[in-house]
């Protein structure tokens, strides 16, 4: 499923396949010598994304075989929930959320919303969003309601699938372009305006972050339009995230981007935020086989104003913005998470962490005071991460393929889903203080 022109699809690749890459035994490396990291669990299939349900209480996702599993105190307990999915390349179980829980009094019914993928045939692929009520008592994930069917062909790639519930109340996820470039796919049929293609089919879901409210309805008149599903769209112009979070200090969504072989992104969301893709990535034009041409002309390049021509911008209501953050060559970035927390140190407080496939590397990124900005180092020219870039920018490495990033809400420490090791199954990790320090 790997090939070299869309580095999002190492993404799934399973155990064997990295070791044959060149994976190595090596444990996780932190850079701070005051911290250090604990095996939560150890996870005998793909995990990827997880939520908290209690103290040291988790749900934790299998992306191929559709369970949904509690990890309670480190034990695995089995599954609550066994869902059909189709696995192949990017496709399962793939994004969870759940309503914030109190320590002291605990819901005994809280919603705990998924996304999934799942092809009745080779006609009809799909991908999903439901709520579910989560039973204290029982143990259960019952009652499950459809709030989106979302397009799924034609894939197998660039799903998306990650799940946040923002602080207004509303559920935001991530939907990819659904398929690689005209490299690979012929068929303008799935070419969409949502992907910035001018003479394009109309919006249908993929290519955006949405926005709902937690029965499925659209948020107000929507962000870019009246009609569903345009009314879903908060953003549009993403070719696939695995990451989204909210900036506990403003409130602001961030999100990262993957490229095709370059130009994978960090990027600010505001309503109506348009990535730019198909027609550009990082800061370059892209061709109609992915390749990278030449750099946009944009305010972080060339201190002007001018922005890219030939974007879809649904009636002045889409607005194009550059990407805070531009890596030249792929990382494949995953998981981005603020930690809202001084447990690892106030030094890291409220920063951004972003998870990666690429050498299993977490970077760590300072916001400037306004915090539409990251403070980036001497090394990054124009917001382009240079391999000096990412080295001062390196939190951490060796946790296999990141494919999640919490923040514990009982205890401040920061949990890592490792969705592949080399040689070994998939994990959960939570970085913490050395008290020996």
């Known amino acids: 499923v790997f090939n070299a022109i869309d580095t999002t699809s190492i993404f799934l690749v399973d155990a064997q396949s990295q070791n044959k890459q060149g994976g190595t035994l090596e444990q996780p490396r932190l850079q701070d010598p005051n911290l250090k990291f604990e095996l939560v669990s150890e996870i005998p299939a793909f995990p990827t994304n997880m939520a908290f349900i209690g103290p040291d209480d988790i749900l934790l996702l299998s992306k191929n075989d559709g369970k949904v599993l509690r990890i309670k105190d480190g034990k695995n307990l089995g599954p609550v929930l066994t869902i059909k999915v189709s696995g192949k390349d990017e496709m399962g179980l793939l994004g969870i959320a759940t309503e914030s829980y109190n320590n002291e009094n605990q819901n005994n019914n809280n919603y705990v919303f998924l996304y999934y993928s799942f092809c009745a045939s080779k006609a009809e692929c799909n991908n999903f969003v439901y709520r579910y009520n989560w039973t204290l008592a029982e143990g259960k994930l019952v009652n499950p309601q459809l709030l989106l069917k979302l397009p799924g062909l034609p894939g197998p790639s660039h799903i998306g699938g990650d799940i946040a519930i923002g602080p207004d109340g509303y559920l935001y996820l991530t939907v990819g372009d659904l398929t690689p470039s005209r490299l690979f796919n012929k068929d303008q049929k799935y070419e969409t305006k949502a992907q910035n293609y001018v003479d394009g089919v109309e919006a249908d879901g993929r290519g955006g972050i949405l926005r709902i409210t937690q029965d499925g309805k659209p948020v107000g008149n929507g962000t870019i339009g009246s009609t569903y599903p345009l009314n879903s769209y908060y953003a549009y112009g993403i070719k696939n995230s695995f990451g989204i979070g909210f900036d506990p200090l403003t409130g602001n969504l961030w ?183």
Request: avoid cysteine; glycine fraction near 10%; charge should be negative.
């Open 255 to 437: 999100d990262t981007e993957n490229g095709p072989s370059f130009g994978d992104e960090i990027n600010l969301v505001e309503p109506g935020f348009n990535g730019g893709w198909a027609k550009v990535q990082g800061f370059w034009k892209v061709s109609e086989t992915g390749e990278k041409m030449d750099m946009v002309i944009s305010t972080t390049t060339m201190n002007t104003t001018t922005k890219p021509s030939g974007l879809v911008d649904f009636g002045g209501k889409g607005k194009y913005s550059d990407p805070k953050l531009v890596w030249d060559r792929s990382v494949a970035p995953t998981a981005l998470i603020f930690l809202n927390s001084t447990k690892l140190g106030s030094q890291y407080s409220n920063d951004i962490f972003v998870g990666s496939v690429e050498n299993g590397r977490l970077f760590h990124f300072k916001l400037i005071d306004n915090r539409t900005e990251l403070l980036l180092p001497n090394s990054t020219i124009d917001k382009i991460l240079s391999k000096e870039g990412e080295l001062s920018a390196m939190f951490a490495q060796n946790f296999g393929i990141i494919t999640d990033l919490q923040v514990g809400p009982h205890d401040g420490y920061l949990y890592v889903v490792s969705g592949d090791r080399p040689n070994k199954a998939g994990a959960i990790y939570r970085i913490l203080a050395n008290s020996l320090n």
